[in-house]
């Protein structure tokens, strides 16, 4: 699945999947534990609420580069009966084992970073654009990579939560991630470097 497809010295457009490297739910049912299993949830079941953290290692992607877009993608393995809307908020702190829903990590609300994304019940595939929330990361104005997913307008009425893969889904193609592209500067170092868990390819520039 992952593999180095950059050759040595090109200058053009580069693509690159990050995976999620780890991820977690909260939920109010059961507020001083957390679930961590092959499927992230998000919503509400009943009275309760769900959501979920996913954190990435951008450690791989240099610096000088110029970013064009970064999208999240994750893969819908629940069922809904009507379209949800979710929001993405960047996490102000690192999560962990120990983060429960009573004790959670805070996240950034600044509404230029915040996005929002809509889930149909025929949806698999949902892309939602964090590229100003990445430009952050990769200047370092926002420190930890890592990011919470609500239910943005959660409705008591409404039962039902949805899943989608976590970062330790045994399907791999189910895996989170997040896809960059960007333009290698001249004369930047060569990057990527080999043997490391994502896949990149070449994008030729257009004159």
């Given at each position: ?171 791999k193609t189910l895996i989170p991630y997040i896809r960059v592209v ?26």
């Amino acid at each position: 699945m992952f593999a180095e497809c950059i050759e040595k010295g090109a200058v053009g457009m580069a693509v690159v999947n990050i995976p999620a490297s780890k991820s977690l739910t909260l939920s109010s049912k059961i507020p001083l534990k957390n679930i961590k299993r092959n499927k992230i949830f998000i919503g509400g079941q009943g009275r309760y609420v769900y959501y979920s953290y996913l954190f990435f290692n951008i450690d791989m992607i240099p610096g000088n580069i110029s970013l064009l877009t970064a999208k999240l993608v994750l893969f819908k393995t629940g069922k809904l009966q009507e379209t949800r809307r979710f929001a993405i908020y960047p996490l102000l702190q690192e999560f962990c084992s120990l983060t429960t829903y009573l004790h959670s990590c805070p996240f950034e609300v600044c509404p230029t970073l915040r996005r929002t994304f809509n889930v149909s019940a025929s949806d698999i595939v949902v892309e939602t654009d964090i590229t100003e929330l990445f430009g952050r990361w990769l200047n370092n104005t926002l420190v930890n990579r890592g990011i919470a997913i609500i239910e943005e307008k959660f409705n008591f009425q409404v039962t039902g939560r949805t899943s989608f893969g976590s970062a330790y889904c045994k399907d791999k193609t189910l895996i989170p991630y997040i896809r960059v592209v960007y333009k290698e500067k001249e004369g930047s170092p060569y990057f990527p470097i080999p043997n490391i868990g994502y896949c990149a390819t070449v994008i030729p520039c257009q004159s």
